[in-house]
T-cell receptor, first 117, second 112 residues
Framework: KAGVTQTPRYLIKTRGQQVTLSCSPI?????VSWYQQTPGQGLQFLFE???????NKGNFPGRFSGRQFSNSRSEMNVSTLELGDSALYLC????????????????FGPGTRLTVL | GDSVTQMEGPVTLSEEAFLTINCTYT??????LFWYVQYPGEGLQLLLKATKADDKGSNKGFEATYRKETTSFHLEKGSVQVSDSAVYFCALNTRGYSTLTFGKGTMLLVSP
C-alpha cells in the first residue's frame, strides 16, 4: 500500500507571496491533518479535514487555510508569507476515527520544506 | 489542555548500550499513546503505540508500556545501534480525535 505523499518536497518563496502544498493520503483514509514543524515551536497542529470538511483546527492565523477534495487529497495554502512561516510542513492521514477511546493512528508523509526569504 | 513532556536531549550513547527516553503526559479521557521517530531530512515514522492502560507497544526492539497510574510512556531499547540515531517524539491523541499532541522531541546520538 502506498504511503502518504506530499508535493513539492522543497519550496523557496519570498515574503508576501502565497504558497499551496499538496498531500495525498493512504488509500482508504478519509482524514488528513497538517502540522508545522519548526526548531523553536516543535510540532504544532494546523487543521484536520475529514470527508471534505474541516473538523478540527489549531491556533494559527487565518493566512493558513486548507481544503480537502472528494478523493481525500488535501491542499494547504499560506497567504502573505512571513519569514516565520519557514518550516517543515507535515501531512498525516488516518481512517478518521473519533470518540473517547479513539485508537486511530496517523501516518505521516515526508513533508514539504518551505523557506521564506 | 493536553500536554506531553519528554526528557531533554541529546542523549548520547555507545553502540549496544541500554536506552531509556522518558515521557509523561497530561490528558483528559483515555488517549492512545505513540512514539514516532524522525530521521534526518525525513518525515515522522510510527515506531509503536499503545491504546489502553498496561498495554505494551513494541517494534524493532523498542518497547514502551502505557502506565496510567504514573501517566508515563517511557521508551526503552536493550541494545542501541548507530542506525537508531534520530529524533524521537512521544505523542498522544487528544479530544477524542486523531489529532496528535507532541512532546518537544529527544535527539538520540549513538556512536560506534
Amino acid at each position: 500500500k502506498a504511503g502518504v505523499t506530499q508535493t513539492p518536497r522543497y519550496l523557496i518563496k519570498t515574503r508576501g507571496q502565497q504558497v499551496t502544498l499538496s498531500c495525498s493520503p493512504i488509500s482508504g483514509h478519509r482524514s488528513v491533518s497538517w502540522y508545522q514543524q519548526t526548531p523553536g515551536q516543535g510540532l504544532q497542529f494546523l487543521f484536520e479535514y475529514f470527508s471534505e470538511t474541516q473538523r478540527n483546527k489549531g491556533n494559527f492565523p487565518g493566512r493558513f487555510s486548507g481544503r480537502q477534495f472528494s478523493n481525500s487529497r488535501s491542499e494547504m495554502n499560506v497567504s502573505t508569507l512571513e519569514l516565520g512561516d519557514s518550516a517543515l510542513y507535515l501531512c498525516a492521514s488516518s481512517s478518521g476515527g473519533t470518540g473517547p477511546a479513539n485508537t486511530d493512528t496517523q501516518y505521516f508523509g515526508p513533508g514539504t520544506r518551505l523557506t521564506v526569504l | 489542555g493536553d500536554s506531553v513532556t519528554q526528557m531533554e536531549g541529546p542523549v548520547t550513547l555507545s553502540e549496544e548500550a541500554f536506552l531509556t527516553i522518558n515521557c509523561t503526559y497530561t490528558a483528559t479521557g483515555y488517549p492512545s499513546l505513540f512514539w514516532y521517530v524522525q530521521y534526518p531530512g525525513e518525515g515522522l515514522q510510527l515506531l509503536l503505540k499503545a491504546t489502553k492502560a498496561d498495554d505494551k507497544g513494541s517494534n524493532k526492539g523498542f518497547e514502551a508500556t502505557y502506565r496510567k497510574e504514573t501517566t508515563s510512556f517511557h521508551l526503552e531499547k536493550g541494545s542501541v545501534q548507530v542506525s537508531d540515531s534520530a529524533v524521537y517524539f512521544c505523542a498522544l491523541n487528544t479530544r477524542g480525535y486523531s489529532t496528535l499532541t507532541f512532546g518537544k522531541g529527544t535527539m538520540l546520538l549513538v556512536s560506534p
